[in-house]
């Protein structure tokens, strides 16, 4: 008699099936093993994981892989019931062998939850149709959605440590995005129309950023403030990601390209996510500028044309009102914050978003020059921004104004090409005009080279276009357009200066043998691959293997294609690169014969200004290229490798920034008002004044009241100096400071140290025993960190050892905690072996700021309350320019120029009360209010164009 199936299996068949069990939870708590993690909740979650992965197709198995695969959910179900035996009943940890010992009663337990598991599949695989028809954009979108905003959410942590984000925080306002992503809109889910899409997606954010950010101002626990303002700019992003699915229903893959090009941005810039500059000098001088100009304008100043805040003191001008488009856009950061980012971390969030917004850019722009690619389009994006020339220009150099015209260079390329293939058209040259101006105010070397190439090109195609009248009304519109959106950069340049006979341009002077002499240095690095931190300084800035690929293989491109804008697009691209070769007789003669007009604003470090321009071009005549090739999988495979090549460079400048990060979160702030230098690029356009110190200085000790010959009749420094000391002022302590060597090095650690309260000043007053030695003098302590150099550290009469310097040192802490402050000195090694035992005698003072004769009340605008003993000048640390009005007792008082170049007004004997403000001359007012006009239009008219055709329905070409 024949038997059953069931009687039929054999014992070796239900062996293999056990031991099939054993081996799923084998292999996950090895897994867990080797890749770190420990945690109770990872094996449920990993066998879960495999759950979601088992194929919908696996009961059309035949024999005994059809019954194991049946049974694979039973079986994960009794390795999940197996580990949570072990781990909480046995306090055991995850291992194969404990899996064999509990193994029967787990398989006995999970074949009553078998059932269960077995059915995920099918609710997963539901869900899934259920979202697909209820959002147009696909589930794709909806996932692509979420990830975007988890990095938006983690770069807004990293830059606002006051939100005390955990590593799983953007991981779960993404996931509260993706509930909301599902919300049902009844008869509006069916609508196809423009308006209905839009409408329904900004009610979405809307939601989301009201519940992310209650969440946020509750789980940190600084007030709504922090909260709303990190969510609504997280939304902002996501409304910026997303309006494109919004306006067009695109396909899966051109949505995914899209993502992966943010992607890939993201991380990029990601090393930047801190609250503090992370380069140079130049990164904390131009945070201290973005940090003044916010300043002012959450105290209602605006527009902002000079310094007032202590983060700029002396008034400077530079850069904002030479580039303007960095504090521009720190203004549109500053309000999508709700204001609530710290000032230092401002800089880093316009950084990070001029780069994502470049990304879109160039992928936008390329999509309109090869629309049947996106891939391509993504691959020669991700090649615009991982070019060392480009990346360099944040990491390497901190050319952050330089940085802003990365994503308008696309669209000036784009407007340029559009305007050979649509003769006669406003749009393009609409588009080129705009993008040119915005480069004028991001900043004029990459504008004037810009406007110089593209100038040129239209020049070409005026003359192709010639007989067209249609032609020459658009660009007779557009060169009006452009005398008016470049009208401010340019009148503040040229015309504005801070005295009737100044030059703002005498400082910017290159020389061609100086330059050629830095391209001899930087070859033969510049074609070599990237330094391995990314740090070389004239040699990391340089095309790239992939590029330089590419501009031959675009080159051959125009001469079979013959198409005139390809033609001209590598011919700019090549006279660029041609400029940045060593080639003998040639580079010296070419950079003789540009312009000075061009060249001093170059500089004579070229390479930080023409391999970016550079760059743009040849990624662009790559593209046209492209569009042309026979072989699309041959144009896939050659771009895919140049970014994976620009990808490994890329990761050398990013290994360079996390080091500086790491040392950084060790450091006290830079933008601390402690901490805060004034470099000399503060004061560029202007005479440095005698007290000028490259080191930190107190603003409010800076108040001197001088007499007709520019004596000083009284000031803070000097009242300070008196012996006895003055009312309000005791002394605290005095002595000698003696020098202890550490080790054999050249430092001479000084005692004692020095005790600082917070909330009270003082001042150092330090007489050197030691004959003039040069040498660098620190002060430092947990949120204190200086550096002096001696015998001097600037101008004559700043804090040194010479004869004419100052003596005293203003020490106090904007920090909660007190603060012991050490002095250390660094000898030079041309001293040899001077002994520094006996160091200097000191005293430390602590005054009241209010005792002085000038009381600083208010810096924006300078408000202070001046009491002295005879009449004179009130000189102000700030520079003087035209524009300054000033009162005394609430009348006004004529402006001078005192004899160090400064602010200075008279003030009468006794007590009084001044203010000064700063008023900008008509012209700048008039040129700076014409060009946002201009800028106001354009996008009013880009804006009504666009809405239309969404609106109308026509076909829109594809968007980033």
């Given amino acids: 008699m024949k038997s059953s199936p069931e009687r039929e299996t054999s014992w070796l068949r239900r062996f293999i099936e056990e031991a099939i069990d054993l081996g799923a939870l084998a292999v996950a708590a090895l897994a867990a093993r080797l890749l770190g993690f420990s945690s109770s909740w990872l094996i449920p979650v990993v066998a879960a994981v495999v759950v979601l992965l088992v194929p919908h197709s696996s009961a059309r198995a035949e024999g005994v892989g059809r019954r194991i695969l049946q049974r694979l959910p039973l079986q994960i179900g009794a390795a999940m019931v197996a580990a949570a035996v072990g781990r909480f009943f046995l306090s055991q940890g995850w291992s194969a062998l404990l899996g064999l010992a509990i193994w029967p009663a787990a398989a006995a337990a999970a074949r009553l939850a078998g059932p269960l598991w077995s059915r995920i599949p099918a609710v997963v695989s539901t869900v ?31 830059l606002n440590p006051s939100l005390k984000f955990t590593r799983w925080t953007p991981w779960v306002l993404a996931a509260i995005w993706f509930a909301v992503d599902r919300i049902p809109f009844a008869r509006w889910e069916q609508g196809q129309r423009f308006q209905v899409r839009f409408a329904r997606l900004l009610v979405r954010i809307g939601v989301w950023v009201i519940t992310a950010g209650l969440g946020l101002s509750a789980m940190s626990g600084t007030g709504a403030q922090e909260g709303f303002g990190c969510a609504l700019l997280a939304g902002f992003s996501l409304a910026f990601f997303r309006a494109p699915c919004a306006v067009r229903v695109g396909s899966a893959g051109e949505a995914l390209s899209r993502f992966l090009v ?42 902002v044309f000079v310094g007032q805040s202590p983060y700029q003191f002396a008034g400077s001008i530079f850069p904002v009102r030479f580039a303007p488009l960095l504090h521009h856009l720190a203004y549109v950061g500053d309000m999508l914050t709700l204001q609530s980012m710290p000032l230092p971390a401002l800089l880093n969030l316009v950084l990070i978003g001029v780069g994502m917004a470049a990304s879109a850019t160039c992928f936008a722009a390329i999509r309109r020059v090869i629309p049947g690619s996106h891939w391509a389009a993504a691959c020669l994006s991700c090649l615009y921004l991982a070019c060392p020339g480009v990346l360099g220009v944040l990491y390497n150099s901190d050319l952050y104004m330089t940085w802003t015209t990365v994503p308008v260079l696309p669209l000036a390329i784009l407007g340029t090409i559009r305007s050979f293939e649509s003769p006669g058209r406003r749009g393009p040259l609409l588009l080129l005009v705009t993008a040119v101006g915005l480069l004028w105010w991001g900043h004029s070397p990459i504008a004037l080279w810009t406007t110089l190439l593209l100038g040129l090109i239209q020049v070409v195609r005026l003359w192709i276009q010639r007989h067209d009248l249609r032609t020459w009304v658009a660009a007779a519109v557009a060169a009006g357009l452009f005398v008016v959106l470049v009208a401010f950069p340019l009148i503040s340049v040229l015309v504005v200066t801070p005295e009737k006979s100044g030059d703002n341009t005498s400082y910017a002077v290159a020389d061609p043998v100086t330059i050629a002499s830095f391209v001899k240095e930087a070859f033969p690095g510049s074609l070599l691959p990237v330094s391995p931190n990314g740090r070389a300084p004239l040699s990391d800035l340089q095309l790239g293997w992939s590029l330089w690929a590419g501009l031959i293989v675009s080159g ?21 690169m ?20 061009i060249r001093n604003p170059t500089g004579n470090w070229a390479m930080g200004r023409l391999y970016l321009v550079g760059a743009a071009f040849t990624v662009f005549a790559l593209a046209l290229a492209c569009s042309g090739a026979p072989r699309k999988w041959g144009v896939r495979l050659f771009l895919a490798l140049g970014v994976l090549w620009s990808g490994v460079e890329a990761r050398r400048f990013l290994w360079g920034t996390e080091v500086n990060r790491h040392g950084a979160e060790e450091r006290p702030s830079p933008l601390s008002l402690e901490n805060l230098c004034l470099t000399r690029y503060s004061y560029l356009s202007f005479k440095l004044p005698p007290y000028f110190s490259h080191g930190v200085v107190d603003p ?51 005692a004692p140290s020095i005790d600082l309260l917070p909330g009270k000043k003082y001042v150092l007053e330090v007489h050197f025993l030691s004959p003039a030695a040069p040498g660098v003098l620190v002060i430092a302590s947990k949120d204190i960190h200086r550096v002096y150099g001696l015998p ?76 002295t003993q005879s009449a004179g000048l009130l000189e102000t640390p700030r520079l003087f320019q035209r524009g300054y009005i000033a009162t005394v007792n609430g009348r006004s008082a004529p402006v001078k120029k005192s004899a160090a170049g400064l602010v200075a007004f008279e003030v009468p ?21 014409t060009s946002i006009l201009g800028f106001a239009a354009v996008a009013s008219i880009g804006i009504g164009f666009t809405w239309r055709r969404w609106c109308s329905g026509e076909k829109v070409a594809p968007t980033p």
């Fill in 128 to 158: 899934c149709r259920w979202t697909e028809r209820l959002h147009v954009s696909g589930s794709c979108t909806a996932l692509l959605s979420s990830l975007w905003l988890a990095g938006a959410c983690a770069i807004c942590g990293g």
């Fill in 262 to 303: 943010a992607a890939f941005a993201f991380w990029l810039l990601y090393p930047l996510a801190f609250p503090l500059p992370l380069g140079a000098g130049d990164s904390a001088w131009y945070a201290a500028t973005v940090a003044d100009a916010v300043s002012q304008f959450r105290a209602s100043v605006f527009p």
């Fill in 556 to 576: 051959v491109a125009a001469v079979c294609l013959r198409r005139a804008v390809l033609l001209a697009l590598w011919i700019c691209a090549a006279f660029l």
């Fill in 578 to 597: 041609v400029l940045m070769l060593p080639i003998p007789k040639v580079n010296l003669t070419l950079w003789t014969y540009v312009p000075g007009v």
């Fill in 700 to 750: 409010d000790l800076e108040q001197r009241i001088v007499g007709p010959g520019g004596q000083v009749i009284a000031g803070n420094y000097q009242t300070l100096e008196q012996s006895p000391v003055p009312n309000g002022a005791r002394v605290l302590g005095e002595g000698e400071f003696a020098g202890t060597r550490q080790g054999r090095t050249l430092g001479w650690k000084l």
């Fill in 792 to 867: 001097t550290y600037g101008e004559p009469k700043s804090f040194g050892a010479q004869t004419e310097a100052t003596h005293l040192l203003s020490l106090f802490t904007t920090s909660s905690e007190s603060q012991t402050v050490t002095l250390t000195f660094y000898a030079d090694a041309s001293v040899g072996s001077q002994s520094f035992d006996r160091f200097a005698t000191y005293r430390l003072i602590q005054y009241d700021p209010a005792a002085l004769p000038v009381f600083v009340r208010n810096w924006i605008p300078y408000e202070a309350h001046v009491n």
């Fill in 909 to 929: 004997k006794g007590e009084s009360e001044v203010r000064l403000t700063y008023r900008a001359p008509w012209l700048l007012l008039v040129s700076y209010v």
